[in-house]
C-alpha cells in the first residue's frame, strides 16, 4: 500500500509540476506582452512631445530667417513703406527657397531629410510673418516669443527695432524633457 501512495502522490507531483511551468509559460507571455505594449506606448508619448518641439522650432526658425530677410532687404533697400510691403510678400511667398533655408539649418544640425519632410507636410511653415500693421507701425515676427518693428511716416522709413532678432537665443525658448523613466506595472 505504500507503494501504490507512492506511485499516486509522485503522479500528483508530476502533474502538479507541469500545470505549474504551463502557468509560468502562460504569465511570461503575458508579462512579456503587456511590457512591450507599455514601452510602445511611453516611447510614442516621447516621439509624439519631440516632433512637437521639432515642429514649433521649424516654424521658428522659418520666421526669424524671413525676419533677416525683410530687415535686410528694409535696411539697404529704398527705404519705402512700399518697398517694404513688396518685401514681405515676395518673402513670403518663396516657400520653396524658405524650405531650402530651413533645410540646410536643420541637416546641419543632424535632422535626416525623411524627418525634415515629414515636419514640413505635418506643420508646414510658418503662418504668421507680419503680426501687426497699425498706423506706420509694422510689427513682425521674428521666432517664437520674439517680434520686431518697422516704424513708417509719410511712406519713409523713420525707425527700426530689431534687437530682439539679434539677442534671440532658440535655446531657451524650445525645451525638450528627457523620455519618464520606464515603468512597468
Known sequence: MDN?????????????????IVLMMVLK?????QAQASVKEQVGAFQESANSVLQELWKSVDQNGMAWKLVYATITGDKTEKSFNAAVKAIEGDQAARFKQLSYV???????PKVQNDINEKGGL???FLLKDEG???EVACGKNCSISFTFAKGKLKATDYK???????????????PAEFHFE
Open 136 to 138: 506706420g507701425v509694422k
Open 164 to 178: 530682439a532678432l539679434v539677442e534671440l537665443n532658440m535655446a531657451s525658448n524650445f525645451k525638450l524633457e528627457a
Open 29 to 33: 507571455g503575458n508579462y512579456n506582452d
Open 126 to 128: 510658418a503662418d504668421k
Open 106 to 112: 536643420f541637416t546641419a544640425a543632424g535632422i535626416p
Open 4 to 20: 501504490k501512495k507512492f506511485k499516486i502522490l509522485a503522479i500528483v507531483d508530476a502533474v502538479i509540476i507541469v500545470a505549474l
